[in-house]
């Protein structure tokens, strides 16, 4: 049986860099140590982290710390989150994803100027919610299809749109059509800029899954149950091949899932780690 994993599995440049970094604090004997938020959507990491000592947080928790160092996740958070982790006497290290950061600065720019701003994204996830902290007016968070139909720009304002970095390229250019399709009725718009802000990893690992997917009897894609960016594979490849499993590791397999399958894809989220990967790739060698 053929198996093809995917070269753009796993983690992404910001994942790796966020949590490269919470494991050289430990080793530097940095303690107590808080992540606010899990450090990334995979719970093989935050539980290996919790067993290290690293405490999970809620903004609602900064208060009642008496000291410490505070990581911001990859996922970055809103302008105010920083004031008040000073405010509470804390130190802190931003390892947010320099993607996410960019993101930040242009909203932040654009609603000084007066822009609305439009973030396509979804609107629970911690990205998303941290985009909206740097907004300095109003906005407006879309998700899907019948949300950027329903969208009505504010009269005689500048748009400016962004979108959430893991979020699906194709649905991206699709919501965008339809916000572009506005600036020709009754000349509402008065200007509208759209800022591409998919991160380019993100992108190519969609395609990618995508492609493999296509050929693929068996398609399986790993990555934890609150990763943004897995399920949007998990969707992507499930277009492409019926006979796609969504796993967090090598105990969700099963011998059915490669019932007459001679090509077996794998593909992972940005937060699922080599290590994963590697014991999936040679369960489904060994044991089907």
């Known amino acids: 049986m053929k198996v093809k994993v995917a070269k753009t599995a796993g983690f992404c440049f910001g994942v790796k860099r966020a949590v490269d970094k919470v494991y050289e604090l430990i080793d530097e004997g940095r303690q107590p140590i808080y992540t606010l938020g899990p450090i990334i959507h995979n719970e093989a990491v935050v539980k290996d982290l919790e067993e290290k000592e ?18 911001i996740r990859s996922h970055g958070v809103g302008k105010k989150i920083y004031e008040r982790i000073r405010n509470c006497g804390l130190e802190y290290v931003d390892v947010t994803c320099p993607y996410v950061l960019k993101i ?36 407006t968070v879309l998700q899907t299809r019948q949300e950027a139909e329903d969208f009505v720009p504010p009269k005689g304002r500048n748009i400016c749109v962004v979108s959430q970095t893991t979020f699906n390229y194709n649905k991206f250019k699709e919501l965008v059509e339809i916000l572009a399709e506005k600036r020709y009725d009754n000349n509402v718009l008065e200007f509208l800029n759209i800022v591409n802000t998919i991160c380019n990893a993100t992108e190519e690992r969609q395609k990618e899954a995508a492609s493999i997917a296509e050929e693929a009897d068996t398609m399986l894609v790993i990555g934890g149950r609150h990763s943004s960016n897995t399920q949007k594979l998990y969707e992507i490849c499930k277009k492409e091949c019926g006979n796609t499993y969504y796993i967090q590791s090598p105990v969700d397999l099963d011998s059915e899932m490669f019932h007459h399958s001679s090509y077996v894809g794998i593909t992972a989220g940005a937060s699922t780690p080599k290590k994963i990967i590697e014991e999936v790739q040679q369960h489904v060698r060994v044991k089907f």
């Open 54 to 71: 690293v405490r999970v947080i809620e903004e609602k928790d900064l208060d009642s710390l008496t000291g410490g160092t505070v990581i």
């Open 104 to 139: 930040h600065r242009t909203v932040e720019r654009e609603s000084e100027k007066g822009a609305h701003i439009v973030i396509v994204g979804d609107a629970g996830h911690p990205e998303v919610q941290g985009i909206v902290g740097w907004c300095c007016g109003d906005y």
